[in-house]
């Protein structure tokens, strides 16, 4: 590890190398429910230790509560009134990665146990309000976090009152709507990634949306099948994971294996990412060859529970997925979210999220406020997926993220472990864009909701034409396609051709190491007015070989410049780095 010097005064600053160092949390919640955000008023989620006694007791019958194990939270769980706990990670909670990751030169948190992760639902005529829950509940030893079941929501407008039946399209040629309607796929060059061999199996793609019409015609062969259940006998759990008759998915929302979509978000989503090729009917998905895996976990009215989504997360990853597409979102953080996702990432899959259609600037350094972001496209861990119009351009509805895609300077997340610097990644069209409806028609619809299946589909299709390093690799040569400094979509072609190696450099400062022992010190390590400092960077390459580098110091933003003086500027390092390498 190389160790540069440089020498300032300083009230506040940063350091620039391709990107700024990373300012300290700005935002703290008043209170454990976050203000401005929308949840479900009598339940609470709540994380106890893995390591404490707890363990939930139901009636072997009627599957109720009866008791937590432990005398003193059943004492608090009973002064709540409690009617309900409900497991969100049955299938692989208790499952520990023990690799160390890192994404845009932050290490993650370690995988978690989230085996004794649950939803509460409490008797708000005992206690009224979800923050006295959670203070009850988080004064208890063998709680590690508490939090509200925050709603979320799809991402997405229909465009246009004209939806294309599909019978109508029997009259056309090959893929009717496809030369006059799917600019998306052209804009993205995924034609040409289509006529490249494929040296992988058939990846799956898990939809976790409003369900799927799984009999649209130009769905129907494309589905996922849980071969265990299909050769089982209807009316048993035949593959044992709690689970009846999931054939094809599973309704988180409804608490069924019938999969349909009363909505008809999410059977557009589909089709987006993995409408079946070569049929003569409608549409072709992004990738033809994927299956879609439907997880509902939002209703009819295109809103969801926080606790149903982690649900889908657990049975997605339990079931195989590769490539998780979420067309939803919300602006609050939730720790269990993050968690939940973070395991999904630590086994393998992809994660791909809307950004949202705010118009909203993730970078806000002038407006402390958490709602500034979409979860979960915001997790440096996620592919955040932002919007383009029909002619390239950022679309009017976008949310974005204007100081680039490896992070976001501004961090308001207060809770959040470590300190997760938040950013979107990606963009890919996201107006009008066409594809299956419910009873087997089309429509278009509008939103970042569209552009995040297409660029899961996509992504699974070049997963299944080239091999990737890591997870990380894979995301800088999708983030590297388009231009940084502007509003471009990913080419496909580009990701296919790009040495994963050979990619622009792009380093971070990782961490620094500040000396406060020089003039008006006082050696406490900490940034204190009238000191004079050194400062020992840590760069850390996240893609390519840089050369030659050299280190930068500037201004922080919104810092009066007549208080800091910076003594040098700069400091030439001249070392390569390669990929992980600091």
Known sequence: MRRICIYIALMICSIALMAQEMPENLWQADSPAQGGCEYVANEVIVKFKATSPVQIQRHQTTRRFVSASVNEVDRVLDSLGIMAVDDLMPLTGAQVSNQQMRVRGQQLKPDQNLSKLCNIVFDTAKIPTVDEAIIMLERLPEVEYAEPNYIVRIMATQSEDTVYNHNDLNTYPHEPLYSHQQHAIKAINL??????????KRPVIAILDTGVDIEHPDLKDNIWKNEAEVNGVGGRDDDENGFFDDIHGYDFVNSTGVI???????????????????????????????????????????????SNIIKGIDYANANGADILSMSIGGNCYSAAEEEALLKAFYNGMFLVAAAGNEAADI??????????????????????????????????????DDDGPYYSEYDPAGPAFFGDYYNYDIAAPGSNIMSTFLGGAYTTMSGTSMSTP??????????????????????????????????HNIDLKAAMQMDEFDVNPVLVVSHYHIVDTLDGGNGDGMINPGETL???????CLYGIAKDITVHIHHGLNVDTTTLDIIKREAHVGYSLVPGAS
């Not at 079946?276 to 939002?298: C, R």
């Not at 440096?380 to 509805?397: I, P, Q, R």
Request: hydrophobic share 35%; with cysteine; aromatic share 8%.
């Open 191 to 200: 034609p040409w990634l289509w006529e490249q061999p494929k040296s992988r």
């Open 260 to 306: 349909g979509d009363r909505n008809g978000h999410g059977t557009h989503c589909a089709g987006i990412a993995a409408a079946v090729g070569n049929n003569g009917i409608g549409i072709t998905g992004a990738n033809p060859d994927a299956l879609i895996m439907p997880i509902q976990v939002m209703d009819r009215t295109g809103q969801g529970t926080l």
């Open 363 to 400: 970078y806000a350094p002038d407006d402390i406020c958490i709602r500034k972001h979409c979860f979960p496209a915001a997790f440096k861990f996620v592919l955040g997926v932002m919007a383009t119009d029909d002619k390239g351009n950022k679309a009017g509805f976008s949310n974005y």
């Open 454 to 487: 297409l660029v899961a589909g996509a992504l699974s299709r070049l997963l299944q034409c080239r091999t990737f390093y890591s997870q990380e690799s894979c995301q800088g040569v999708l983030i590297q396609t388009r231009d940084t400094n502007s509003f």
């Open 534 to 540: 050194e400062i020992y960077p840590t760069v850390q």
